[in-house]
């Protein structure tokens, strides 16, 4: 088992935590339905704004013509502003709200699609990252290995929790973007509305400020929200506090956990990737010893797809099948390489998370929710109805099967004779019977006390000094 310290050192465990075959198989499966969606909306978005030009394309049956256009579509409108924001933040509008800056020339596609591709990915993710962030969850806390179904059956039932988190921060943030921008529209009041603006200014500022705490929290939290759901079972309105508090309460120790974390994944991810390349690589040179030259075209058509206009131009039947067995298990291996990634993210967010919640609130790193511990809460025969304090009613018992102390409960199968007198009269007799023991020791005790009474006398008698 391993012994957690609850410090920067337990991240060295994110390695053995992420290779895991279920976490990568969840990370692959993800990875395929985001390419596909993000896939879908470029070509919508290209297709909406080019028109004829594009879609003209795949009535011809250029389908390598038609992925060049869409990627260089992408680079114009996303790679090259992005570019710009970086080095001039003052220029995000060109990236975010392109229509503010082309006028009547911008269709606005960009920016729906950019906005389509981000909703697609929390969709997607807010399945499989809580997920995998449940496996690791339990697995640093418990040591234990839970199933892939029941740590899909736990998404599933949180899924609510993991969409809405990181979406609350947008919305709340959006918010009072607008209420600035409303702030703005007052400048338009003739006369009045210049002055007032200036007046409201103030209130303009203020959400600016909390604008950017949003901002702030939101961008380097968002790694927190979805450990937090998996780790505490919790809202999404849970998750995003608990993620603000901890970057904000501890926010150099995070940036250092996130230095150590870069540097150790490099590393990490590296050898995953290096070792996939590898193996390829000496896979191919194996094959090539045996098969000679037949197999060269198509592994030159399988590295060089993109570079050639018909790539599978020359091939024969039976190599161009070959081709595409060799192409389907170079994918699949690469792409599991690339899943480890996202592994080793979902893993290092999670430790990252446990150790945040011990420094801040001194939570155990073996406190972990859990589906049963709910369930404990209904079992028993307590009686929910009662009012608080009252505890359940129990059955009266029948005076039958009281039984005067001293004697033999009777037995359950034994049939009364027709001697024996009706169970009225044994109970006066029992009655009777337990008065007169009653008064008994009544008497009993009167004798007792008038003994201990004598006795105590002459006690005090030889307990006098002689004269």
């Known amino acids: 088992m391993r012994e957690f310290k609850g410090d920067w050192r337990d991240l060295f465990f994110g390695f053995r935590i992420a290779l895991d075959l279920r976490k990568i198989f969840l990370s692959f499966i993800g990875l395929i339905f985001t390419a596909a969606g993000l896939a879908a909306i470029l070509f919508l978005g290209v297709g909406f704004e080019k028109g004829e030009d594009f879609t003209s394309l795949l009535s011809e049956g250029e389908f390598l013509d038609a992925t060049r256009t869409m990627s260089a579509w992408a680079s114009e409108h996303y790679v090259t502003p992005l570019k710009a924001v970086l080095l001039d933040p003052l220029s995000a509008h060109d990236f975010f709200l392109p229509t503010v800056k082309q006028g009547s020339e911008g269709t606005g596609w960009p920016f729906?699609?950019?906005?389509?591709?981000?909703?697609?990915?929390?969709?997607?993710?807010?399945?499989?990252?809580?997920?995998?962030?449940?496996?690791?969850?339990?697995?640093?806390?418990?040591?234990?290995?839970?199933?892939?179904?029941?740590?899909?059956?736990?998404?599933?039932?949180?899924?609510?929790?993991?969409?809405?988190?990181?979406?609350?921060?947008?919305?709340?943030?959006?918010?009072?973007?607008?209420?600035?921008?409303?702030?703005?529209?007052?400048?338009?009041?003739?006369?009045?509305?210049?002055?007032?603006?200036?007046?409201?200014?103030?209130?303009?500022?203020?959400?600016?400020?909390?604008?950017?705490?949003?901002?702030?929290?939101?961008?380097?939290?968002?790694?927190?929200?979805?450990?937090?759901?998996?780790?505490?079972?919790?809202?999404?309105?849970?998750?995003?506090?608990?993620?603000?508090?901890?970057?904000?309460?501890?926010?150099?120790?995070?940036?250092?956990?996130?230095?150590?974390?870069?540097?150790?994944?490099?590393?990490?991810?590296?050898?995953?990737?290096?070792?996939?390349?590898?193996?390829?690589?000496?896979?191919?040179?194996?094959?090539?010893?045996?098969?000679?030259?037949?197999?060269?075209?198509?592994?030159?058509?399988?590295?060089?797809?993109?570079?050639?206009?018909?790539?599978?131009?020359?091939?024969?039947?039976?190599?161009?099948?070959?081709?595409?067995?060799?192409?389907?298990?170079?994918?699949?291996?690469?792409?599991?390489?690339?899943?480890?990634?996202?592994?080793?993210l979902c893993s290092m967010r999670t430790l990252m998370y446990f150790i945040l919640r011990k420094s801040v609130d001194n939570t155990d790193m073996t406190e972990v929710y859990l589906e049963e511990d709910e369930e404990d809460l209904f079992d028993g025969d307590l009686d929910f109805d009662a009012e608080e304090g009252e505890k359940p009613e129990e059955k009266p018992s029948s005076p039958a099967e009281e039984t005067p102390e001293g004697e033999e409960p009777p037995s359950s199968g034994k049939t009364p004779s027709p001697d024996e007198p009706p169970a009225e009269e044994k109970e006066a007799e029992t009655t009777g019977s337990g008065d007169k023991e009653e008064e008994g020791g009544e008497d009993a005790d009167k004798k007792e006390g008038q003994a201990g009474g004598t006795s105590s006398g002459s006690d005090e008698e030889d307990n006098q000094p002689q004269g």
């Open 112 to 344: 729906l699609v950019l906005l389509a591709s981000g909703l697609w990915s929390i969709f997607i993710w807010s399945k499989f990252g809580g997920a995998i962030t449940r496996i690791s969850a339990v697995e640093i806390a418990k040591d234990e290995r839970i199933t892939t179904n029941e740590a899909l059956l736990y998404a599933k039932k949180k899924y609510s929790s993991y969409f809405w988190a990181p979406l609350s921060v947008l919305v709340a943030f959006f918010f009072f973007y607008l209420l600035n921008a409303v702030v703005g529209l007052i400048v338009w009041i003739p006369y009045v509305g210049p002055p007032l603006a200036g007046l409201l200014s103030i209130l303009a500022f203020l959400g600016g400020f909390v604008m950017l705490l949003i901002a702030i929290g939101g961008l380097f939290g968002l790694p927190l929200m979805t450990p937090a759901v998996s780790a505490e079972g919790t809202d999404a309105f849970d998750a995003v506090s608990r993620a603000f508090s901890y970057v904000y309460s501890r926010p150099w120790q995070y940036a250092f956990y996130w230095a150590v974390s870069g540097v150790y994944g490099l590393f990490s991810v590296g050898f995953i990737w290096v070792f996939t390349f590898l193996m390829v690589k000496i896979t191919f040179l194996s094959i090539q010893l045996g098969a000679g030259g037949k197999l060269d075209p198509s592994i030159r058509t399988l590295f060089t797809f993109g570079d050639t206009r018909e790539p599978y131009a020359g091939l024969s039947v039976p190599n161009g099948i070959l081709t595409v067995i060799l192409a389907a298990i170079v994918i699949l291996l690469y792409g599991l390489g690339a899943s480890y990634l996202y592994s080793f």
